[in-house]
């Protein structure tokens, strides 16, 4: 087998691994574990998220980049920071379960401010309500990774007429998640909290890792503009 053909099974090797992490707490030492290898394992995998999610975002937003707060959630070692960077955005708010994650987001110099917060189980916090001209999540949307009831957190933590980009994955283990999501999505849609701006469907999300899917799986990048006239949001 080749280099490549290598690298790409030692990568599959680690990924499946996480699914054993049964608790969040198991799974945020698996990405403690991981930390170290991260991008260049997703980059093995053409991971294509982080950068999707920036397009997606660059696209839509009108206002001052260089003045914009994009709250990164589930931020890891800061992939989205990095490709919104590109597009001009420059002041970053990140958080995530893992604090090994983190210290490597904290040495690319891209956040003013990092925390360390187990999403579905610590609330993001309150100050943070009504805050950020951006909010993302890119990755952490997913089966066996947070509650879909989350949505509404990062919504809470949106300015009015700011926006939400999310990410997830459409291969056959994430289904039944996937119809969770967008059933949530639309429910907030119809209580007025958000309008949807585009959602965009992927082919070539990234390599395909489990035993019944060859290729590459596919993904959807979701955006969303927050009601002008929402202030607080019922929890």
């Known amino acids: 087998m080749s280099a490549v053909g290598n690298a790409f099974e030692n990568v599959k090797a680690v990924i499946l691994s996480a699914h054993k992490s049964a608790t969040p707490r198991a799974k945020v030492g698996f990405y403690n574990s991981w930390a170290e ?10 991971y294509r998220a982080p950068s999707l999610a920036a397009n997606c975002i660059s696209s839509y937003f ?33 958080v995530d379960g893992s604090q090994a994650m983190l210290e490597i987001a904290k040495g690319t110099a891209l956040y003013q401010d990092l925390k360390q917060s187990l999403l579905g189980e610590d609330l993001l916090p309150v100050q943070w309500e009504g805050s950020f001209d951006v909010v993302v999540i890119v ?29 997830t994955r459409s291969n056959l283990d994430n289904q039944g998640y996937k119809a969770a999501l967008e059933c949530e999505l639309r429910k907030m ?17 990234e390599r395909a890792v489990a035993e019944q899917e060859d290729g590459y799986i596919s993904g959807a990048v979701y955006l969303y503009r927050k009601s002008e006239t929402v202030q607080n949001i019922r929890t």
């Open 139 to 167: 990755g952490a949307l997913s089966v066996g990774q947070v509650p879909v009831g989350v949505v509404r957190d990062l919504c809470k933590s949106t300015k009015p007429g700011g926006y939400v980009c999310m990410t």
């Open 37 to 46: 290898n991260y991008d260049q394992d997703v980059a093995v995998l053409e």
């Open 62 to 94: 009108s206002g001052e980049r260089e003045a914009a707060i994009v709250l990164d959630v589930a931020c890891g070692t800061g992939l989205v920071a990095k490709q919104m960077k590109k597009h001009g955005f420059q002041h970053f708010v990140g």
């Open 189 to 205: 849609e119809e209580e007025g909290l958000w309008t949807c701006v585009q959602v965009t469907e992927v082919e070539e999300w």
